[in-house]
């Protein structure tokens, strides 16, 4: 007769290779997260003002009287200067390094998600996928074990030398892994589109948008044969692969290969398509699933008790001194658990609810919760299927001394002749990713009433650059459309969306 205790065991041991994660994955994930972050705040800052101040083009009143979610909670609300919002930027990189370095690791990882949650909630209008993966493994990092190893507090906290080889089984490690498999599994799902399933143009026309296209894409575009193959392959890999991390069998081995596969599928979509942080996002959250093999191999290569050395060195260097870590109360532990199944369970519910046969509803007292906690997602990538409609903006202005040269500037282009002709990039003309989420969705009607705001600031930003005759009066805001067909691209269509005057009411 089998005994019991083997039984839990042997359960124990499955639950573990499926849902454990290697602890030098944990505190990989931890630096990862933090490094992240502090990428993240790095390329916001290049547009401090425009985003986030009230000079910019969302200044507070306009999110508060017309945009915001009552449910979304900002910290960065409180000032509308640029002066202000430096501050809290300095005060967020702080706090990622404190997690990089695993300093007060539960502190700075609450108060990291916080920041995060703050800054997404401040201006929404140019966030993508790839924030919104940062912000839930930055939220189950909280309840994550992260920052006992490779860590500050791990020399503050005198903690013996860890057994590297096992792993930490929790809801939390679960739960963070569950969360990954998610967003490729949902994203799958949601790929609906012939052009995905029956046709395989799908990377056709992805490499055709020429608002995300490099160099490697326009060459791409010469294989249609390939891309179709790719098509499909991007497909299965993104909908088999995932699955694969969980097998309770050879995990080890099936991990190595999936994690590899996926890190060369985000690393082909950076080379191809200018996609802001998501790739890099993923492959953050993938260190997740990188198995005790992995590091091994790593280990016998670059010994790892020299990178512990590090902070050793560091914490010497800081003249940190040895505390006496408190016990978690069992309380707290049990309120831990209860939140992480209760979020995993409803992280699970809602994104069955993004599918588009709605199979489910989130009643609206939940979505509430989900939003102020900013556990939404929706992970529609080039889903149901790539845009077809592409193009391109030409901002036509008239300066004052219009009157005198008759000349019109554009002023997108800092004040260059206006020409309709599609540019050679068009990548080229927006500073940053996120100007480009912005001008897109500028164009979409879901966001038209962020056009007078837009024009707003273009009339402030230029008239405080210039002086008299060369200050600003009026211009248009015309979006080149171009639409991509299944053998070419269509001669671009001017759109105007807008005109803008900017001493008198503005008119749509």
């Known amino acids: 007769m089998m005994n019991p205790n083997d039984n839990k065991l042997r359960a124990r041991e499955v639950l573990e290779r499926v849902f454990g994660i290697d602890r030098r994955s944990l505190a990989a994930l931890r630096i990862g997260v933090g490094s992240a972050v502090l990428v993240d705040l790095l390329t916001r800052a290049q547009d401090l003002e425009a985003h986030y101040t009230d000079f910019g083009v969302l200044?507070?009143?306009?999110?508060?009287?017309?945009?915001?979610?009552?449910?979304?909670?900002s910290l960065h609300l409180v000032t509308g200067s640029w002066e202000g919002q430096a501050t809290l930027f300095l005060v967020n990189a702080v706090i990622a390094v404190a997690l990089v370095l695993g300093y007060r690791t539960r502190l700075a990882s609450v108060l990291t998600w916080v920041f995060l949650v703050s800054l997404q909630n401040r201006n929404p209008v140019v966030l993508n996928?790839?924030?919104?993966?940062?912000?839930?493994?930055?939220?189950?990092?909280?309840f994550l074990p992260w920052g006992r190893y490779f860590s500050l507090d791990a020399v503050r906290f005198d903690h013996l030398p860890p057994d590297l080889a096992r792993k930490e089984l929790s809801l939390a490690t679960a739960a963070?892994?569950?969360?990954?498999?998610?967003?490729?599994?949902?994203?799958?799902?949601?790929?609906?589109?012939?052009?995905?399933?029956?046709?395989?143009?799908?990377?056709?026309?992805?490499?055709?948008?020429?608002?995300?296209?490099?160099?490697?894409?326009?060459?791409?575009?010469?294989?249609?044969?390939?891309?179709?193959w790719l098509t499909f392959a991007t497909f299965w890999l993104e909908a088999l692969v995932p699955l694969s991390l969980f097998l309770p069998w050879a995990t080890g081995r099936w991990r190595v290969v999936g994690v590899l596969m996926l890190w060369t599928m985000h690393a082909m979509f950076s080379l191809h398509l200018r996609v802001g942080t998501f790739s890099v996002v993923c492959m953050v959250a993938l260190v997740a699933f990188v198995p005790p093999e992995m590091w091994d191999f790593l280990d016998r290569r670059l010994p790892l008790s020299r990178v512990a050395n590090v902070w050793s060195r560091l914490a010497g260097r800081l003249r940190l001194r040895h505390a006496t870590e408190l016990p978690t109360a069992p309380w707290l532990r049990r309120f831990d658990g209860t939140v992480v199944l209760a979020a995993l369970m409803f992280v699970l519910f809602w994104n069955v609810s993004t599918l588009d046969s709605k199979p489910v509803r989130v009643p609206a007292s939940l979505e509430t919760v989900a939003h102020t906690l900013r556990l939404d997602q929706k992970w529609g990538m080039f889903a149901p299927f790539p845009i077809r409609d592409d193009g391109w903006y030409v901002l036509p202005g008239r300066l004052f001394s219009h009157a005198y040269t008759g000349a019109v500037v554009d002023i997108w282009r800092n004040g260059a002749p206006v020409d309709y002709q599609k540019p050679?990039?068009?990548?080229?003309?927006?500073?940053?990713?996120?100007?480009?989420?912005?001008?897109?969705?500028?164009?979409?009607?879901?966001?038209?009433?962020?056009?007078l705001y837009f024009g707003k600031y273009i009339c402030r930003h230029w008239n405080r650059e210039h002086e008299g005759v060369d200050k600003l009066e009026s211009f248009e805001i015309l979006y080149m459309k171009e639409n991509?067909?299944?053998?070419?691209?269509?001669?671009?269509?001017?759109v105007k969306i807008w005109s803008h005057w900017c001493y008198k009411n503005s008119v749509s």
């Open 176 to 228: 963070c892994l569950l969360q990954v498999g998610m967003i490729y599994v949902f994203t799958v799902l949601l790929k609906t589109g012939d052009e995905w399933r029956v046709d395989g143009t799908a990377v056709y026309f992805a490499m055709s948008l020429d608002q995300f296209q490099l160099p490697a894409a326009r060459f791409l575009l010469q294989f249609p044969t390939l891309m179709r």
């Open 129 to 142: 996928a790839g924030d919104f993966a940062l912000r839930m493994i930055a939220f189950w990092g909280i």
């Open 59 to 73: 200044p507070r009143y306009a999110l508060l009287d017309k945009f915001a979610n009552p449910a979304h909670l």
């Open 424 to 451: 050679k990039w068009a990548t080229d003309l927006y500073p940053t990713f996120r100007w480009r989420k912005y001008m897109r969705r500028l164009w979409m009607l879901e966001y038209k009433e962020h056009r």
């Open 484 to 494: 991509t067909l299944d053998d070419g691209e269509a001669p671009p269509v001017p």
